[in-house]
């Protein structure tokens, strides 16, 4: 995938124990003697380097289904810390961010003026909410690109490494354009962490088990629609998360006699139209009558009957992309129904289970969908 723009540009407290950890794994030097030209190269190093890490995530996903977010994201990464930057000198910038901002904006046209832009440091103008919107992260918002960057992680089976470089490449950007000004001030060491600990809260928070599930009923009923209201599409996506959750559930390290009190968290936390009770479920699963050998047909790479059938739904409905949006937010709901079962029942091992046989179901999907292509 091309980022044109990436390429001209080349040439105290913490939260918890967890969010300790993690910032000590990101180095935040201070380039107070850099050179400024070195300075200049170094930025444009690190937008190579964020481009690098994006690609390695969207060359394991269908390259059509790669969200125009996460492709035009990266554009305003260095305008976004070079925002926070001139925000921590009080909306000042010093000469030698000065001249750079020059340089950056005579070529680039990015639809704003410089000063509309050193502006958007201390006011909330229009500038900065296409900024914020686009790359912006907060603890209680983010912009387009964050949610986008998480989903790729998780469809893909990416680690938190991945998050750890990205926030590592934003933060060499902040703290080579501060040493253009005043360098890393207390200030500025505040700000990097903070911005740290948004990033650490969104990418927690980013599954909603509910959210998924809703998500993916809503694709099925596009698809009824388009191929003209095929009669019992709406249960799809009952039975298909039903079929994942007992799959994971009974292959973690939990005993029989917690199935039924997972399955039931489960349900709950992902707001399921279940048709029965969780024991009455495993009771149909055990005994193999209609509703259990359905539950049971729904899950891949086991058996791929009904996902060929959605699939081909989407073929027929030039809607291919949905067909592979389902799968991923399946992967999504179960990704975050693993990480509610772990809270839970933190012996049952599922979250171990969840990533690489998610990833498993990812793979099989898009090679469903390529040989139906071929």
Not at 20 to 33: A, F, G, T, V, Y
Not at 165 to 176: A, H, K, N, Q, T
Not at 199 to 223: N, T, W
Not at 247 to 260: F, L, Q, V, W
Request: glycine letters at 6%; charged letters at 25%; proline letters at 4%.
């Amino acid at each position: 995938m091309a980022f044109s723009f990436m390429e001209t540009l080349t040439g105290g407290l913490f939260a918890s124990e967890r969010d300790k950890k993690r910032l000590e794994k990101i180095e935040i030097i201070d380039r107070q003697h850099i050179n400024k030209y070195d300075c200049f190269e170094e930025i444009g190093n690190c937008a190579v380097r964020l481009v690098d890490e994006i690609n390695n995530i969207n060359n394991k996903r269908n390259v059509a289904l790669i969200p125009p977010e996460i492709v035009k994201g990266p554009e305003f990464f260095p305008l976004y810390a070079f925002l926070l930057a001139i925000e921590c000198q009080k909306g000042k910038p010093s000469p030698d961010q000065s001249y750079y901002l020059d340089i950056f904006f005579n070529n680039f046209h990015l639809g704003f003026t410089k000063q509309d832009f050193i502006s958007a440091a201390t006011e909330e103008n229009a500038v900065r909410k296409l900024i914020e919107d686009a790359v912006g992260i907060s603890k209680n918002s983010a912009g387009a690109f964050w949610p986008a960057l998480f989903k790729g992680m998780t469809v893909t089976g990416s680690d938190e490494d991945v998050l750890h470089r990205v926030i590592g490449i934003f933060i060499d950007m902040f703290s080579l354009f501060m040493s253009l000004g005043d360098g890393m001030t207390t200030a500025a060491q505040k700000r990097v962490k903070r911005f740290q600990l948004d990033v650490f809260a969104q990418y927690d928070e980013r599954i909603k088990p509910e959210d998924h599930y809703k998500r993916m009923k809503d694709i099925c009923m596009s698809l009824a629609k388009a191929c003209n209201n095929i009669e019992n599409i709406e249960l799809f996506p009952i039975y298909s998360t039903l079929g994942f959750i007992y799959k994971i559930i009974t292959t973690s390290k939990a005993g029989e006699d917690e199935y039924p009190h997972m399955l039931d968290h489960a349900i709950k936390v992902g707001n399921i139209d279940a048709p029965l009770d969780a024991e009455a479920i495993l009771n149909c699963i055990r005994d193999e009558d209609a509703i259990g050998a359905l539950i049971k047909q729904m899950v891949i790479p086991d058996t791929e009957v009904f996902w060929k059938y959605l699939i081909i739904l989407g073929h027929e409905a030039k809607m291919q992309n949905e067909a592979m949006d389902y799968i991923e937010e399946l992967v999504e709901l179960m990704t975050g129904t693993g990480a509610e079962l772990t809270k839970k029942f933190p012996d049952s091992g599922v979250l171990d289970i969840v990533k690489p046989y998610m990833s498993e179901v990812v793979e099989s999907g898009r090679n469903l969908m390529k040989g139906l292509n071929e």
